[in-house]
């Protein structure tokens, strides 16, 4: 679905709703928490971005674009980690963060 969600924001406008349309819950069973789900999915969706920004992607072949919309994924779920602490998820990331943020991303692309 990250992937659906990227293309549509490409071809429309994303609008403001003012109204609830669906609610996220926080427990501790839930997949987003659990260390092994939650760097699968990680790895899931840094595998799209790297499609999308591949030759033949929706993107077009753009590494340093890549490497920085992959950077903005990681601290986001880095947040969450730290938010909900998440120590495992915490250390899995941090070097990952260090390495785009140095410029030597393209290994996790």
């Not at 969450?80 to 963060?97: C, G, K, Q, S, T």
Request: a neutral charge; aromatic letters at 10%; hydrophobic letters at 50%.
């Amino acid at each position: 679905e990250f992937e659906l969600w990227c293309r549509l924001g490409m071809c429309d406008r994303v609008a403001y709703l003012p109204t609830a349309i669906a609610k996220y819950a926080i427990h501790e069973g839930q997949l987003s928490n659990t260390p092994r789900a939650m760097m699968r999915h990680i790895d899931g969706r840094i595998a799209v971005l790297g499609r999308m920004f591949s030759e033949d992607g929706f993107f077009g072949d753009n590494p340093a674009l890549r490497d920085r919309i992959i950077l903005a994924q990681l601290r986001m779920f880095y947040a969450h980690a730290v938010a909900y602490r998440l120590d495992a998820i915490i250390a899995a990331l941090e070097p990952r963060i260090g390495a785009l943020s140095s410029g030597a991303g393209a290994q996790f692309a």
